[in-house]
């Protein structure tokens, strides 16, 4: 995020004073004088850039102002494209529902040729199509702008009702995802150059959603979670389970169980360790050797 902050220094009126005793010499008139209004024009400010996403290179970047209008730059700062977010996609009769949705770009492609989006409807648009809320949304689509045509394609096509859990792999070349509007609820992995999909995993018709998910160093694994409720409202015993999966093999290994609060997957370094965060942005580490989660401890500040 990158805000433009631009100062203003308001002019100095220098007044001339009496010296200390003596006797002002008043203007020799019989009529009272007109003082005219200072009038003080307030700067204009530029628009603030409440998104920016440089590319991998820094020769480029995109930003917006609004979240349903971006712009691509160069390091020069000329305009590349522009791009709006179209409230009437789903027609007229749906356009008032999507007056908060917009776009949030995602990642570029490690080469710097594409710009990957998605997109938020806000509010209750975003809420589950089985229960009330949400738990694992990344997004309602995914989109995939090519800066050399400035051609935008559907990756995952954009959901009015539902939305979907989803991650890039790091390379760039594979997105895995679960429309959680789905029941079962399945991970499918879509390979981004052939457009080819293969379903990884399905899951029990008791879990709701699947997300969480994360790569490895090596993108030979993911660890994902899904999301059941033993209640009738989200909130009440909620249970939430880890695995891992092999992209090789795709045998399912569960490692924790039944963990009652929801998690979101940070960072997978190459010694097995997890980074995960919660609803109050605390860390938590997960090691798959010893299938132990626990909670970061901040150190104790020094008096």
Request: hydrophobic share 35%.
């Amino acid at each position: 995020m990158m805000l433009l902050l631009c100062a203003c220094t308001p002019s100095i009126v220098h007044l001339t004073t009496a010296t200390v005793g003596a006797t002002p010499v008043l203007p020799k008139t019989t009529s009272p004088t007109t003082t005219s209004a200072l009038t003080i024009t307030p700067p204009i400010l530029p628009p603030e850039i409440i998104s920016v996403l440089p590319s991998p290179d820094g020769t480029k970047k995109i930003q917006s102002t609004d979240w349903k209008h971006f712009e691509v730059l160069n390091s020069s700062g000329a305009l590349l494209w522009s791009l709006s977010y179209d409230v009437n996609k789903f027609g007229a009769d749906e356009a008032p529902l999507l007056q908060y949705a917009g776009y949030s770009p995602l990642a570029w492609s490690p080469d710097g040729n594409y710009i990957y989006l998605t997109c938020h409807h806000g509010g209750e648009m975003d809420s589950s199509t089985k229960y009330y809320g949400n738990t694992f949304i990344d997004g309602d689509g995914v989109f995939r702008f090519d800066v050399a045509t400035g051609e935008m394609q559907e990756v995952l096509p954009e959901l009015l009702s539902g939305y979907y859990a989803f991650s890039l792999s790091p390379d760039g070349n594979q997105l895995v995802y679960a429309d959680q509007a789905e029941t079962p609820v399945k991970i499918v992995l879509l390979k981004l150059d052939t457009e080819r999909k293969q379903i990884l995993f399905t899951a029990k018709i008791s879990v709701l959603e699947i997300g969480g998910f994360g790569w490895s160093p090596k993108m030979d694994k993911l660890v994902f979670s899904t999301f059941q409720m033993q209640g009738d409202q989200k909130g009440q015993n909620d249970s939430y389970n880890i695995f891992l999966l092999d992209l090789k093999s795709l045998e399912v290994q569960t490692i924790i169980k039944n963990f009652h609060q929801y998690l979101a997957f940070d960072s997978w370094d190459g010694t097995g360790r997890i980074n995960y965060y919660d609803t109050f942005n605390k860390g938590w580490q997960m090691y798959l050797e010893t299938k132990v989660l626990s909670a970061i401890v901040a150190p104790t500040p020094t008096p």
